[in-house]
């Protein structure tokens, strides 16, 4: 599904954000990448959803190889890859649906596909009943779902969830982590970026390490010990 293959990420001047990563990531797993701040696990997320390029070394996301995509092919992958950012990123004058209906808009899809999908995509996350507010009425926990429905409207084979929790308090980042459990149960590849201790530790599931741009730690079932 994905494989880094002695994948570096230098940055002008000698600014090391990957050196010499090799990961192998299966279909339907979902794996942690830990590691504190400015270690490298944002350049791999960054990487991965084609946002940075590699200095050298190859990225295959499902038998594609994505080192030196063409920019004009980044919408299709970014199409089979959802993204869920900290910051939210919602479009503060449109609706709940409508900022979900969006991803599909910019994309041509009739209107017949928007009013189907987008529905269900919402019902997922659980906020079937607010679907006509607006960002600013709803709490971080609620905005974060509906970034997580905006990232599930193409149906992609990945989320990556790039510190998904950094703005929420204890109840709302459980919440969070529990739907993101249950679109890996669907059969969806996650991909978590974070630096919660506790969060790495009650998943129980695998925990790749990430120091000094280096991998130092791959665990089935692992946990955050850094």
């Known amino acids: 599904m994905i494989r ?3 994948v570096s990420k230098t940055y002008p001047p000698d600014v090391i954000g990957l050196q010499n990563v090799n990961v192998h990531i299966r279909p339907g797993e979902f ?37 030196a995509i063409k920019p004009s092919e980044v919408p299709l992958l970014r199409r089979q890859i959802g993204v869920v950012f900290q910051d939210f990123k919602l479009l503060p004058r449109k609706t709940v649906y409508e900022n979900v209906a969006f ?3 910019v994309c041509g899809a009739s209107a ?27 709490s971080g926990g609620e905005q974060q779902r509906v970034v997580i429905a905006r990232s599930l409207i193409h149906r992609p084979k990945i989320i ?3 510190e998904p929790t950094g703005n929420l308090d204890s109840l709302n980042t459980r919440e969070i982590i529990d739907l993101l459990k249950k679109i890996n149960e669907f059969g969806t590849t996650v991909v978590l970026v974070t630096h919660n201790r506790d969060v790495v ?25 850094l």
């Open 31 to 67: 794996v942690s990448i830990v590691g504190q701040s400015g270690t490298g696990k944002t350049t791999f997320a960054k990487m991965l959803i084609a946002e940075e390029r590699p200095s050298k070394g190859q990225i295959v996301v499902g038998g594609w190889d994505i080192s």
């Open 112 to 138: 017949k596909k928007i009013t189907s999908v987008v529905p269900q995509a919402l019902k997922i996350v659980g906020l079937t009943g607010k679907a006509d507010r607006y960002p600013r009425q709803m």
């Open 160 to 162: 990556v969830a790039d």
């Open 4 to 6: 880094f293959k002695n």
């Open 103 to 105: 991803a599909l808009e």
């Open 201 to 225: 530790n009650e998943l129980r599931r695998r925990v790749i390490t990430i120091d000094r741009g280096m991998i130092v730690s791959d665990q089935e079932e692992g946990r955050y010990l």
